[in-house]
């Protein structure tokens, strides 16, 4: 033995059960001696368990260089100790740990131990890092870790479990199959025997099986099959002895059964005490209980007798005091929920119901005698409740039955708020607050369901005697839920009450009384309680008040609503004055208002109600004028928007009277609330007011002139009062100065001036009157440009200037329209208003203005060819067209804006329509012609433009050249032109390229291709062409651009230019070539898609190849690879081989992948590689496997030829996921055949060769897993 120094026993034991749960036998001794010897010389956890593992000829590479790295810090301690001069000791028995774990690194580790050495000096070890804790003696070794979960090991550990509970289990199994099919020639019994038999040997076995050591957990299970079979005794008895033929019905064949359960359950749970056993013994209780209540009473009184349950399992409860019957208090409500069940069976028309209820409130008020525990007195008592309920339906609803709940409901006042008058049995049966209110809802129920019979006044006596009982308990002991439902009855009450009194609508105010009453308890403090959520209950209040308005009218002589309104307005005032109702001000001022708009109609007012009720808003205004009102809430709270709503409110109503006094009633209102807004405009600061005085004043002046003016100058009229408007402001801005005046007025009188001319655009254009309005609206914009005088308005100067300038414009047009000039008149027209405007572009001085100007210049020339009057003469339609496109280029080269080139460019396009028209042209090609000319000779003026211009003239150019174009090519597809839009796109594919490469644009590259590529396939449809040669010139294209591409690197190098070209070439190279794949009905046998398709791949290749070689992009040669080998595809489709057409893409991945692992330029990940690789083996066999699964014999064999060319391929390959694939394939390949012999009547025997193969394969590796599997693992470390 190793004189190192002893452990406990206790850390030695668990080493060794560490090692056995590892696995490790038969060598688990020598792993955790192994694993103690290290830990006694101080290593660490892991490395003890890498030594163990090592030892027990299990170890790995982790396990290695896990003991590696050990010996490496030790050796660094130790030279770190010399350096300090440690002393020797010290330095001794790091050596001797080292050696510990040299000797773990060696097959041998079975060796003497090296004796440790004695502990540092405590000074030493604490100034040196990493030392310290080894100072001392050496510490126990720590307790091995606990080993995974692993269902092995589960199994291991619980077989004897496992294999009784199975054994068991196919005991019973064999037992039902014997009653079913071999004992049919056995009398009944007999059969009983069996049964009764098989259940005696289950206990006799558990009885036995308990009292041997180690049997115990098969002696538990045999019990409880025991246990569970005992049932099926009975019903065995019921069945085979046919006891029902003999008198025996089925509740006495279940009470007898069951109480033999319940004997044999409640005493296997006192002996074994196991709760199972209780509760199974409470399931029993429950059916004996419910069975032997059915034998006595009949169905009908099964619920009666189900119902004492409670006090039944109290009783078992009480008497055997036991922790297994724990749970029977759950039974016990669980028979009270089986007995209410089995009741609703039945209508509640007789006194099954009562007499159910009734015992169960006496078994559970029985059971809290026995056992105090509150809920069964809660259960009890609202039990009772129930059963007084339920009394009225034998007694009838009617005649005052439903106060029985009510009376039961006394008493439980009296137990609540007074137990101690009735001592220890007052406490015991203290009921819970909730039964009160189950009284009342059970009472309140009936008192509804008598008042839905006819007894009209139930209800309100109902709810008069629920208010009276919660005053009860109120006044026994104030609580603040006594206090919410006192007030909700007295609310319900009220409103009962009227509606028993016939009241109709009057009823709403007898119900609006109830908020007065809600204002009661703040003038007493004892009265508290009555307040809290005081909110709650006042809206509350006030929705019954509203609902009972129901069936009301708002008509003359009903003051029904207004009385209501106003009740409420006062409660809520009164609440106000208290300051305890949330938003109780507001809602005192909005009731009132409401009262106050149903008072006007009550008073006869309806056809001039809105200015009436616009009285309201000054009524107002007056009461938070006057010092004595604004100290009150009611008065005050939000003033202003009271205002506003009584102001909106009566602009609406202003529309329910007669349409002809439309406008003098709304002149009438708006002049009333005028008068409100100034007078707070001239008071207070608030934003709003403003634009409400101006809205009212601009309104109601509004108003007036479209009561007087006729409806043709009604609009001019309008604007006209909206200038007027503006002069009265110039006579009195000084005297009227406030904030945000000014601003307010301006844009409401802008928008009212809008309103004009909405209105005199409502006839058709042109009129006078819609050229006054406009005329109108500018002199306003332009009198109030001059008026500015606060913040914002200066700012929108430029604004206003040009808005004024635009509505004279179009002043000016309608002018011209009402004298209908021809086009060549009103050309005139628009040149000198183009020239004003280019002039003010020029010479503005906002950027507003001259924007503005500009885009009126540019304007001009749609304007001119819209003219919807003659264009004569054409001619000098089109020379003034001209014109005013060169006034616009002029004015942008003035200006310096570039961008002004682009309409310049397009005002063109109406002149040659125009001269079109003046020459005599009427062939719509000749036309589409001349304008694709039009579109090229921009395009080319653009590139011209560049030698003496910056870029940006060109771009705006060429970008209307653009325009020209779409727009010509639409029409061309449009009349049906192929050819003309072919040639044309042609002919525009140089230009856009020498256009990008002159900016070196790679944005814009791509555009010319594209339209090659549209004109060709363009001219190719129009000539009904096959459809693969339109991917025939896709690829065409692909191949020039990347061909311009290469030519443009000899001179620029690398540049995005350059990878445009590149990228684009390539990209539409793939595209053209797999285009192929896309048409399959023209790549078939011989067919020239076939041919082309695989030529296009070829092409890919070969470009990709140069690619690669051109601009050094190594994935590229792999694509080439790829491409290439996918020409095969299409090769072996033209020669009529298509289930071989996957092999080339195969082969191809196939190659890259193994090409790959040798290329030190492309670094690509192992498993990308292997991927590829397997997707590729799965292109090339997969036709095979597929093939196979059918049961076709003949591919049977290819795909085990191809599986054995695979498997030796990969040997000499070194390639893992070839050799797996092919050892899939001929595994797959072995099965199908398995399948075959087994489809042909030899099941049997598939099965045992699938048996025997797995059998053998898993004794080899049980055998020698840890033999073979460091040799084969390092003979695959080399393996790809």
Same mark, same amino acid.
């Given at each position: 033995?190793?004189?190192?120094?002893t452990?406990?026993?206790d850390?030695?034991?668990?080493?060794?059960?560490?090692a056995?749960?590892?696995?490790?036998?038969?060598?688990?001794?020598?792993?955790a001696?192994?694993?103690?010897?290290?830990l006694r010389?101080g290593?660490t956890?892991p490395a003890?368990?890498?030594?163990?593992?090592?030892?027990?000829?299990r170890?790995t590479?982790a396990d290695?260089k896990?003991?590696?790295?050990?010996?490496?810090?030790i050796?660094?301690?130790i030279?770190?100790?010399g350096r300090?001069?440690a002393?020797?000791?010290?330095?001794?028995r790091?050596?001797?740990?080292?050696a510990?774990?040299?000797?773990?690194?060696?097959?041998?580790w079975r060796?003497?131990?090296t004796?440790?050495?004695p502990?540092?000096?405590?000074q030493?070890?604490a100034?040196?890092?990493?030392?310290?804790?080894a100072?001392?003696a050496?510490?126990?070794?720590?307790?091995?870790?606990?080993?995974p979960f692993?269902?092995?090991d589960?199994?291991?550990?619980?077989?004897?479990?496992?294999?009784?509970?199975?054994?068991?289990?196919?005991?019973?199994?064999?037992?039902?199959?014997?009653?079913?099919?071999?004992?049919?020639?056995?009398?009944?019994?007999?059969r009983?025997?069996?049964v009764?038999?098989?259940?005696?040997i289950?206990?006799?076995?558990?009885?036995?099986?308990?009292r041997?050591?180690?049997?115990q957990? %098969?002696?538990?299970?045999?019990?409880?099959?025991?246990?569970?079979?005992?049932?099926?005794?009975g019903?065995?008895?019921?069945?085979?002895?046919?006891?029902?033929?003999?008198?025996?019905?089925?509740?006495?064949?279940?009470?007898?059964?069951?109480?033999?359960?319940?004997?044999v359950? *409640?005493?296997?749970?006192?002996?074994?005490?196991?709760?199972?056993?209780?509760?199974?013994?409470?399931?029993?209780?429950?059916?004996?209980?419910?069975?032997a209540s059915?034998?006595?009473?009949?169905?009908?009184?099964?619920?009666?007798?189900?119902?004492?349950?409670?006090?039944?399992?109290?009783?078992?409860?009480?008497?055997?005091?036991?922790?297994?019957?724990a749970?029977?208090?759950?039974?016990?409500?669980?028979?009270?929920?089986v007995?209410?069940?089995?009741?609703?069976?039945?209508?509640p028309d007789?006194?099954?119901w009562t007499?159910?209820?009734?015992?169960?409130?006496?078994?559970?008020l029985?059971?809290?005698?026995?056992?105090?525990r509150?809920?069964?007195?809660?259960?009890?008592?609202?039990?009772?409740i129930?059963?007084?309920?339920a009394?009225?339906?034998?007694l009838?609803?009617?005649g005052?039955?439903?106060?029985?709940?009510? %009376?039961?409901?006394?008493?439980l006042?009296?137990?609540s708020?007074?137990?101690?008058l009735?001592g220890?049995?007052g406490?015991?049966?203290?009921?819970?607050?909730?039964?009160?209110h189950l009284?009342v809802?059970c009472?309140?129920?009936?008192?509804?369901?008598?008042?839905?019979l006819?007894?009209?006044?139930?209800?309100a006596?109902?709810?008069?005697?629920?208010?009276?009982?919660?005053?009860?308990?109120f006044?026994?002991?104030?609580?603040?839920?006594?206090?919410?439902?006192?007030?909700?009855?007295?609310?319900?009450?009220l409103?009962a009450t009227?509606?028993a009194?016939d009241?109709?609508?009057?009823?709403?105010?007898?119900?609006?009384?109830?908020?007065?009453?809600?204002?009661?308890?703040?003038?007493?403090?004892?009265?508290?309680?009555?307040?809290?959520?005081?909110?709650?209950?006042?809206?509350?209040?006030l929705?019954?008040?509203?609902?009972?308005?129901?069936?009301?009218?708002?008509?003359?002589?009903?003051?029904q609503i207004?009385?209501?309104?106003?009740?409420?307005?006062?409660?809520?005032?009164?609440?106000?004055e @208290?300051?305890?109702v949330?938003?109780?001000?507001?809602?005192?001022?909005?009731l009132?208002?409401?009262?106050w708009?149903?008072?006007?109609?009550?008073?006869?007012?309806?056809?001039?109600?809105?200015?009436?009720?616009?009285?309201?808003a000054?009524?107002?205004?007056?009461?938070?004028?006057?010092?004595?009102?604004?100290?009150?809430?009611?008065?005050?709270?939000?003033?202003?928007?009271?205002?506003?709503g009584?102001?909106?409110?009566?602009?609406?109503?202003?529309?329910?009277?007669?349409?002809d006094?439309?406008?003098?009633?709304?002149?009438?209102?708006?002049?009333?609330?005028?008068?409100?807004?100034w007078?707070?405009?001239?008071?207070?600061?608030?934003?709003?007011?403003?634009?409400?005085?101006?809205?009212?004043?601009?309104?109601?002046?509004?108003?007036?002139a479209m009561?007087?003016?006729?409806?043709?100058?009604?609009g001019a009229?309008?604007?006209?009062?909206?200038?007027?408007?503006t002069?009265?402001?110039?006579?009195?801005?000084?005297?009227?100065s406030?904030?945000?005046?000014p601003?307010?007025g301006?844009?409401?009188?802008?928008?009212?001036a809008?309103?004009?001319?909405?209105?005199?655009?409502?006839e058709a254009?042109?009129?006078?009157?819609?050229?006054?309005?406009?005329?109108?609206?500018?002199?306003?914009?332009?009198?109030?440009?001059?008026?500015?005088?606060?913040?914002?308005?200066?700012?929108?100067?430029?604004?206003?200037?040009?808005?004024?300038?635009?509505?004279?414009?179009?002043?000016?047009?309608?002018?011209c329209?009402?004298?209908?000039?021809?086009?060549?008149?009103?050309?005139?027209?628009a040149?000198?208003?183009?020239?004003?405007?280019?002039?003010?572009s020029?010479?503005?001085?906002?950027?507003?203005?001259r924007?503005?100007?500009?885009?009126?210049?540019v304007?001009?020339?749609?304007?001119?060819?819209l003219w919807?009057?003659?264009?004569?003469?054409?001619?000098l339609?089109?020379?003034?067209?001209?014109?005013?496109?060169?006034l616009?280029?002029?004015?942008?080269?003035r200006?310096?804006?570039?961008? *002004?080139?682009?309409?310049?460019?397009?005002?063109?396009?109406?002149?040659?329509?125009?001269?079109?028209?003046?020459?005599?042209?009427?062939?719509d090609r000749?036309?589409?012609?001349?304008?694709?000319v039009?579109?090229?000779?921009?395009?080319?003026?653009?590139?011209?433009?560049?030698?003496?211009f910056?870029n940006?003239?060109?771009?705006?150019?060429e970008?209307?050249?653009?325009?020209?174009?779409v727009?010509?090519?639409?029409?061309?597809?449009?009349?049906?032109?192929?050819d003309?839009?072919?040639?044309?796109?042609?002919?525009?594919a140089?230009?856009?390229?020498?256009?990008?490469?002159?900016d070196?644009?790679?944005?814009?590259i791509?555009?010319?291709?594209?339209?090659?590529?549209?004109?060709?396939?363009?001219?190719?449809?129009?000539?009904?062409?096959?459809?693969?040669?339109?991917?025939?010139a896709?690829?065409?294209?692909?191949?020039?651009?990347?061909?311009?591409?290469?030519?443009? @690197?000899? @001179?620029?190098?690398?540049?995005?230019?350059?990878?445009?070209h590149?990228?684009l070439?390539?990209?539409?190279?793939?595209?053209?070539?797999?285009?192929?794949?896309?048409?399959p009905?023209?790549?078939?046998?011989?067919?020239? +898609?076939?041919?082309?398709?695989?030529?296009?791949?070829l %092409?890919?290749g070969?470009?990709?190849?140069?690619?690669?070689?051109?601009?050094?992009f190594?994935a590229?040669?792999?694509?080439?690879? %790829?491409a290439t080998?996918?020409?095969?595809?299409?090769?072996?489709?033209?020669?009529?081989?298509?289930?071989w057409?996957?092999?080339?893409?195969?082969?191809?991945?196939?190659?890259?992948g193994i090409l790959?692992?040798?290329?030190?330029?492309?670094?690509?990940d192992?498993?990308l590689?292997?991927a590829?690789?397997?997707?590729?083996?799965l292109?090339?066999?997969g036709?095979?496997?597929?093939?196979?699964?059918?049961?076709?014999?003949?591919?049977?064999?290819?795909?085990?030829v191809?599986?054995?060319?695979?498997?030796a391929?990969?040997?000499?390959?070194?390639?893992s996921?070839?050799l797996?694939? +092919?050892?899939?394939a001929?595994?797959?390949?072995?099965?199908?055949?398995?399948?075959?012999?087994?489809?042909?009547g030899?099941?049997?025997?598939?099965?045992?060769?699938?048996?025997?193969?797995l059998l053998?394969?898993?004794?080899?590796?049980?055998?020698?897993?840890?033999?073979?599997?460091?040799?084969?693992r390092?003979?695959?470390?080399?393996?790809?």
């Amino acid at each position: 033995m190793s004189d190192a120094p002893t452990h406990d026993g206790d850390v030695d034991r668990q080493w060794h059960e560490w090692a056995r749960g590892q696995l490790l036998e038969p060598h688990t001794d020598e792993a955790a001696e192994a694993a103690l010897r290290l830990l006694r010389h101080g290593a660490t956890t892991p490395a003890a368990m890498a030594a163990a593992r090592i030892a027990a000829r299990r170890g790995t590479i982790a396990d290695l260089k896990q003991l590696e790295g050990e010996r490496t810090w030790i050796q660094s301690v130790i030279e770190d100790l010399g350096r300090a001069g440690a002393p020797v000791d010290l330095i001794a028995r790091y050596s001797a740990r080292r050696a510990e774990v040299e000797a773990a690194l060696s097959p041998d580790w079975r060796r003497p131990a090296t004796a440790p050495a004695p502990a540092p000096a405590p000074q030493l070890a604490a100034a040196l890092p990493g030392v310290a804790e080894a100072g001392g003696a050496p510490p126990a070794p720590p307790a091995p870790p606990a080993a995974p979960f692993s269902l092995r090991d589960l199994f291991a550990e619980n077989s004897v479990l496992v294999l009784a509970s199975l054994g068991a289990f196919l005991l019973v199994v064999a037992t039902v199959l014997f009653e079913l099919y071999g004992s049919v020639g056995l009398g009944g019994e007999a059969r009983v025997g069996a049964v009764a038999a098989l259940n005696l040997i289950f206990a006799v076995a558990g009885y036995l099986a308990r009292r041997r050591p180690g049997l115990q957990s %098969v002696g538990h299970i045999y019990i409880a099959l025991a246990a569970v079979l005992l049932p099926l005794v009975g019903v065995a008895a019921w069945t085979f002895l046919e006891l029902g033929h003999r008198g025996v019905t089925v509740p006495q064949a279940v009470a007898i059964t069951s109480s033999a359960c319940m004997v044999v359950y *409640g005493v296997l749970a006192r002996r074994l005490d196991l709760r199972p056993y209780g509760e199974l013994a409470g399931v029993a209780v429950l059916l004996a209980l419910f069975s032997a209540s059915d034998w006595i009473g009949g169905d009908y009184w099964t619920a009666a007798g189900v119902a004492a349950g409670p006090l039944v399992y109290a009783a078992w409860e009480w008497i055997f005091r036991a922790r297994v019957f724990a749970d029977f208090r759950w039974f016990g409500h669980a028979s009270a929920l089986v007995a209410l069940g089995a009741a609703v069976r039945y209508q509640p028309d007789g006194w099954l119901w009562t007499v159910t209820l009734a015992v169960l409130a006496l078994s559970y008020l029985a059971a809290q005698a026995l056992a105090v525990r509150r809920e069964r007195a809660w259960a009890g008592e609202a039990a009772a409740i129930l059963a007084a309920s339920a009394a009225s339906g034998p007694l009838g609803v009617g005649g005052g039955h439903f106060v029985l709940p009510f %009376v039961v409901a006394v008493p439980l006042i009296v137990l609540s708020r007074q137990p101690e008058l009735l001592g220890r049995y007052g406490e015991m049966y203290r009921p819970h607050v909730a039964h009160l209110h189950l009284a009342v809802v059970c009472g309140l129920g009936l008192a509804t369901w008598a008042y839905a019979l006819g007894e009209e006044r139930s209800l309100a006596v109902g709810l008069w005697i629920a208010f009276a009982l919660y005053s009860a308990d109120f006044y026994a002991e104030a609580s603040a839920l006594t206090g919410y439902t006192l007030r909700a009855a007295l609310v319900l009450a009220l409103a009962a009450t009227g509606r028993a009194l016939d009241l109709g609508a009057w009823t709403a105010a007898v119900a609006a009384l109830g908020l007065l009453a809600y204002a009661v308890p703040y003038t007493r403090e004892s009265m508290a309680p009555l307040r809290r959520h005081d909110s709650l209950f006042f809206y509350g209040a006030l929705v019954v008040v509203v609902a009972n308005l129901a069936g009301s009218v708002v008509a003359t002589g009903h003051w029904q609503i207004a009385a209501a309104l106003a009740i409420s307005a006062v409660g809520f005032g009164a609440a106000a004055e @208290f300051g305890a109702v949330r938003y109780s001000p507001l809602a005192a001022r909005g009731l009132f208002s409401l009262a106050w708009f149903a008072g006007v109609d009550a008073a006869g007012a309806q056809g001039w109600r809105g200015p009436f009720d616009a009285v309201l808003a000054l009524v107002y205004v007056m009461a938070a004028q006057v010092r004595s009102l604004a100290r009150h809430q009611v008065a005050s709270a939000s003033r202003r928007w009271f205002v506003h709503g009584g102001a909106a409110i009566s602009l609406a109503l202003c529309f329910t009277g007669s349409p002809d006094e439309l406008w003098w009633r709304l002149a009438a209102a708006l002049a009333v609330i005028a008068v409100a807004y100034w007078w707070l405009v001239l008071t207070r600061d608030e934003p709003e007011l403003p634009w409400l005085a101006w809205s009212s004043a601009a309104g109601g002046a509004a108003s007036v002139a479209m009561a007087v003016i006729p409806d043709r100058w009604q609009g001019a009229a309008v604007a006209g009062v909206a200038v007027a408007l503006t002069g009265g402001w110039y006579a009195v801005r000084q005297v009227l100065s406030r904030k945000r005046l000014p601003t307010a007025g301006f844009i409401v009188l802008t928008v009212l001036a809008a309103a004009g001319i909405d209105l005199a655009m409502r006839e058709a254009l042109p009129t006078w009157p819609q050229a006054t309005a406009f005329l109108l609206a500018a002199g306003l914009l332009a009198a109030w440009s001059l008026l500015a005088s606060e913040a914002p308005l200066p700012e929108w100067r430029p604004y206003q200037r040009a808005a004024a300038s635009f509505l004279g414009v179009i002043a000016t047009l309608i002018a011209c329209g009402v004298l209908q000039l021809n086009s060549g008149l009103f050309g005139l027209v628009a040149i000198a208003l183009a020239a004003a405007h280019a002039e003010w572009s020029v010479r503005g001085r906002t950027e507003v203005e001259r924007w503005y100007a500009a885009v009126i210049t540019v304007a001009a020339a749609p304007a001119l060819y819209l003219w919807p009057y003659a264009h004569e003469p054409a001619a000098l339609v089109a020379v003034e067209l001209v014109v005013i496109a060169a006034l616009v280029a002029a004015t942008a080269v003035r200006s310096g804006r570039w961008y *002004g080139a682009y309409p310049a460019v397009l005002a063109l396009v109406p002149a040659l329509r125009v001269a079109f028209v003046a020459a005599g042209v009427t062939d719509d090609r000749v036309i589409e012609n001349g304008f694709a000319v039009l579109a090229w000779v921009a395009g080319f003026a653009g590139l011209g433009l560049r030698t003496r211009f910056p870029n940006r003239w060109a771009w705006s150019v060429e970008a209307a050249a653009a325009s020209i174009a779409v727009v010509t090519l639409t029409a061309m597809a449009g009349n049906n032109d192929p050819d003309a839009a072919g040639i044309a796109l042609l002919a525009f594919a140089p230009l856009v390229y020498t256009s990008a490469m002159q900016d070196r644009l790679r944005w814009a590259i791509p555009f010319a291709p594209a339209a090659a590529f549209i004109g060709a396939a363009i001219l190719l449809a129009s000539r009904s062409a096959d459809t693969i040669l339109y991917a025939a010139a896709l690829g065409v294209v692909g191949l020039a651009t990347w061909v311009l591409g290469r030519a443009a @690197f000899a @001179f620029l190098g690398r540049h995005p230019v350059v990878d445009m070209h590149r990228y684009l070439g390539l990209g539409t190279l793939v595209a053209a070539a797999g285009s192929g794949f896309f048409f399959p009905t023209r790549t078939g046998a011989f067919s020239l +898609g076939a041919a082309l398709a695989a030529f296009a791949l070829l %092409v890919n290749g070969l470009v990709f190849w140069l690619d690669s070689d051109t601009y050094k992009f190594r994935a590229g040669r792999y694509a080439a690879i %790829v491409a290439t080998c996918t020409a095969a595809f299409f090769g072996a489709r033209f020669v009529d081989m298509r289930p071989w057409e996957l092999i080339g893409p195969g082969i191809g991945l196939v190659l890259v992948g193994i090409l790959l692992r040798q290329d030190a330029q492309l670094r690509v990940d192992m498993w990308l590689r292997r991927a590829c690789v397997a997707f590729g083996l799965l292109l090339v066999m997969g036709w095979a496997a597929a093939q196979t699964l059918q049961g076709d014999v003949w591919w049977l064999v290819v795909l085990l030829v191809e599986g054995a060319l695979t498997v030796a391929i990969s040997v000499g390959l070194r390639s893992s996921t070839m050799l797996a694939a +092919g050892g899939l394939a001929l595994a797959f390949a072995s099965l199908r055949a398995m399948l075959l012999i087994a489809a042909a009547g030899y099941l049997f025997i598939a099965f045992a060769a699938v048996a025997i193969v797995l059998l053998v394969l898993a004794t080899a590796l049980a055998l020698g897993r840890e033999r073979y599997a460091s040799g084969m693992r390092a003979q695959f470390s080399h393996w790809d």
